[in-house]
């Protein structure tokens, strides 16, 4: 594909004529049409350049691995200048693999190596100024307080940074999931801080015992905010682009991928009355019905932005939870329990919207949404 700056330069240079350069962009878009009308609806991924690209990511892998042994053998010890020489060579391979090449799947290795590296500097720089360690005893704790708050924007204020930055560079979709968990984690712990703040100034009752359960239900509020907010992020990157052409629709699809369990989990639990706290599950009809409604919605939600990436988790998250149920009560009971419903759901629903997404999408979502909300959502394809 060649970009619409270098025939401009070419027209410059009268390499080409404004005329040849028009019916190159019509040549170019009658080819991607083309795609788009017999790729059968399917949710274009743009994860891998093909077979080279797959050829390139074995190489990036072996390379880094291998760099990082002799780093850890000529500089034992030394995290922090490790983790730097590290992220620069990452950087490096990424202007020849990414900004030239543009080779997705070797690209999206690349970012994710670098993004480690940098969160095991800026964790290694964390320690060392403010010298946090995993606390044994309560007291030890409460006298983390004054150094969590400094040290987590550090170490997630500088990876969301690092993300940006080298997103701004490369263009690389995958660093949009995680930016989106590195504020999630820091919202998370601040809130928990501010709570804890409220507790000790008297202006937020302490809790007791009997009331830690619905203290950890209450805490899962944040991450379900959290997550409503990134699938909102994602459903307007969505809506600027339809017809998913631009790297904004493959952010949407890290954000989809990030968003889902922060929804599932929360909503699973708000709505089954599951005990945090010890884990129980009441597998009763009430709760067999609620989970049954959530799919519902989610498949719903799924099928009107015409995102298998968002159902995609959500599934696999009740399908886990129905297997290890099952599994778990085996030993139990002889009755079918209630969640075997729910595994028997997940299943055929994989199945089912694996066969025809784009017809069962015309066929539910087609009649039941007005149309000035269809003409904004992703087009129903015949």
């Given at each position: 594909m060649i970009?619409?700056?270098?025939?401009?330069?070419?027209?410059?240079?009268?390499?080409?004529?404004?005329?040849?350069?028009?019916r190159l962009l019509a040549i170019e878009q009658a080819g991607t049409t083309a795609l788009v009308e017999d790729d059968g609806g399917e949710e274009n991924l743009r994860l891998i350049g093909g077979g080279n690209d797959l050829f390139v990511t074995v190489g990036t892998i072996l390379l880094s691995a291998g760099f990082y042994f002799v780093l850890s053998t000529l500089l034992a010890g030394q995290v922090l200048a490790i983790a730097g020489l590290m992220a620069a060579c990452t950087w490096a391979v990424a202007e020849i693999v990414t900004r030239q090449h543009r080779m997705k799947l070797s690209s999206t290795v690349l970012s994710l190596i670098f993004i480690g590296a940098v969160m095991t500097g800026l964790s290694q720089i964390t320690y060392e100024r403010y010298m946090l360690a995993v606390p044994e005893t309560i007291w030890q704790l409460v006298a983390l307080r004054g150094d969590i708050a400094p040290a987590s924007y550090l170490f997630f204020g500088g990876t969301i940074v690092a993300a940006v930055v080298y997103f701004l560079r490369f263009r690389v979709p995958i660093l949009a999931g995680v930016v989106a968990i590195a504020v999630t984690c820091l919202v998370f712990l601040q809130t928990a801080l501010f709570l804890y703040d409220g507790v000790t100034t008297g202006s937020v009752a302490p809790p007791s015992l009997q009331d830690l359960p619905q203290l950890l239900r209450a805490s899962l509020y944040m991450p379900l905010i959290c997550g409503l907010a990134v699938f909102g992020v994602a459903v307007a990157l969505d809506l600027h682009d339809r017809d998913r052409r631009t790297i904004g629709s493959d952010c949407a699809f890290w954000l989809h991928v990030v968003s889902a369990p922060m929804l599932v989990h929360p909503l699973f639990i708000l709505a089954t009355g599951r005990d945090v706290a010890l884990g129980r599950i009441e597998p009763d009809t009430m709760a067999t019905v609620l989970l049954v409604a959530l799919i519902a919605a989610f498949v719903y939600i799924a099928l009107a932005i015409d995102r298998r990436s968002l159902l995609a988790p959500t599934l696999a998250y009740f399908g886990s939870l129905g297997i290890y149920y099952l599994v778990h009560s085996a030993a139990n009971t002889t009755g079918v329990p209630p969640f075997a419903l729910i595994l028997l759901a997940v299943g055929t629903l994989i199945i089912f919207f694996g066969a025809g997404w784009q017809r069962i999408r015309r066929l539910i979502i087609g009649p039941t949404l007005p149309t000035s909300v269809l003409n904004r959502l992703p087009p129903i394809k015949a």
């Open positions: 970009s619409a700056e270098t025939l401009e330069k070419a027209v410059a240079e009268s390499t080409i004529t404004s005329a040849q350069r028009e």
